[in-house]
């Protein structure tokens, strides 16, 4: 579960990311967080992550105050989420396999049981045939697929996306839509911050909208 | 713990790769190292020796009692019994000046240019045992020795081995000095290999810190491979200090023929080269905790 409580976010400099936004995501939800780019969206997500701290209010993530962990507890914290980057962050100087290895390098799988588990999401994405590729010879949206197999090798409970869809056309945009349903199926708590009306429309997901830092509309699921 | 030692064995083999994956670099590396830490250690090794030797050699130290040329026998006679019932003398031996003049012409070959010597040059001697050969008796003894009537000079010696040992500390501390600045020196290259190494990989770094890796974890492979390189300069400037001794005592073998001894330098101990290797991994590591620490602070991902 994920509850917002009252958070401001204000930037060094005075620019205010965040008014007084308050909202719970129960688990097992996909939420889309909409509005228009320097809305907060991003900065919506990076408090989640404790990439940002709130300037007041309160962030829980599982039972945890994300604005109150110690750094040396933000690491675990983070291992709950699946993260998908709006840049992908791929890694270019190792194949695919190694890139989807690394969260369970992190987390100190067995090498055995890590294979596995990497084939397993590859697979998941369509991109097993490609385990030796590097990522640049990758096209977008086969990219875009490979940074969500890194993002949920791990079995995360939480899949946070940052405008998954942004560079993709309508088809693999559609075609990612389908993946985040079918992890939403098994369980996993959705999160995805994007302007793509045809993929809110597709998905019919619960909405967060913002605008200007502001809450403008916490709708049920059943509200396009 | 076994999540542990596989992260640990699995930093160990992708350190290794890594040095692997760029060869000329790391032998760069390596060598710079190697050489840095080669002075050093050779400069102990030439020490450990030369204390070797200055062991062998002052085992027995003596004390000559050179007379003064005008000495006549009488005196000489007085001098072999004041030494005859001197409590500290334990054994001497009368050395006449005729027979040290044949001995120079008969052991050195230079017969000819003795000979064509007006008269005898060399002045009656005696070699004295002290009854101990502590320093500070020996000392005394000399002293003592050389107020006695046309007495010339009293030789010590001991005296020059221990101007040797004072050599060889001055030595040691010179090879400590070096050491010292070369280990800065070392450190210095790990330091910048790393914040290299860190640049290249900020991208890796970032992500990784982003999908949940702690700070140890991201620290490891680069404090393994600042080990591994100073451990792997610290063989190379073993495997030269080896090759130098190796070198040199074949020309010893040679020169010591020719003298009619037998010289040989030693190789580094094996507690010695333990030291050596241990010492040079740890600089290597030391030297990337510093780099690590003061640019992975610099990474921070937004």
Known sequence: MIQFSKVYKRYPGGYEALRNVSFTIPDGEMTFVTGHSGAGKSTLLKLMTAIERPTSGSVVVNGQNVGALRPRAIPFLRRNFGLIFQDQKLLFDRNVFENVMLPLNINGYERREAARRVRAALDKVGLLGREKSNPITLSGGEQQRLAIARAIVHRPSILLADEPTANLDTDHANELGGLFKSFNQVGVTVVIATHDEHLTARLEPRLIALKNGELIAALPGDVP | ?302
Do not use: C
């Open chain 2, 1 to 302: 713990m076994r999540t542990w030692l596989t992260q640990h064995s699995r930093t160990l083999s992708s350190t290794v790769a890594r040095l692997a994956r760029a060869p000329v670099a790391s032998l760069l590396n390596i060598g710079v190292i190697g050489i840095a830490l080669a002075l050093p250690v050779g400069l102990y090794v030439g020490l450990v020796n030369l204390q070797a030797l200055a062991r062998d050699l002052a085992t027995e130290p003596q004390l000559s009692i050179f007379l003064t040329l005008d000495a006549a026998r009488t005196d000489v006679a007085r001098i072999e019994d004041r030494l005859r019932r001197h409590p500290g003398v334990r054994k001497f031996s009368h050395v006449p000046r005729d027979q040290a003049l044949a001995d120079l012409k008969a052991s050195t070959g230079m017969g000819d240019i003795v000979g064509s010597l007006g008269r005898n040059p060399l002045p009656d001697a005696f070699v004295v045992d002290g009854g101990d050969s502590s320093p500070q008796t020996l000392e005394r003894l000399r002293d003592e020795f050389s107020d006695w009537p046309k007495v010339g000079h009293v030789q010590l010696d001991s005296a020059w081995a221990n101007r040797l040992a004072a050599a060889l500390r001055l030595g040691r501390i010179a090879v400590l000095l070096l050491a010292t600045l070369l280990a800065f020196a070392l450190i210095a290259v790990t330091f910048n290999t790393i914040r290299l190494q860190i640049l290249t990989q900020r991208q890796e770094i970032e992500v990784s810190k982003l999908i949940g890796a702690t700070d140890p974890f991201i620290r490891r492979p680069f404090l393994y491979y600042g080990a591994v390189l100073g451990l792997a300069g610290g063989l190379a400037a073993w495997a030269i200090v080896w090759a130098v001794v190796l070198l040199l005592n074949h020309g010893l073998a040679d020169l010591s023929q020719l003298y009619g001894t037998r010289l040989e330098l030693r190789h580094l101990v094996a507690t010695d080269s333990v030291s050596v290797l241990g010492f040079a991994a740890w600089l290597g590591w030391f030297g990337a905790w510093l780099s690590v620490g003061r640019h992975l602070a610099e990474i921070d991902p937004q």
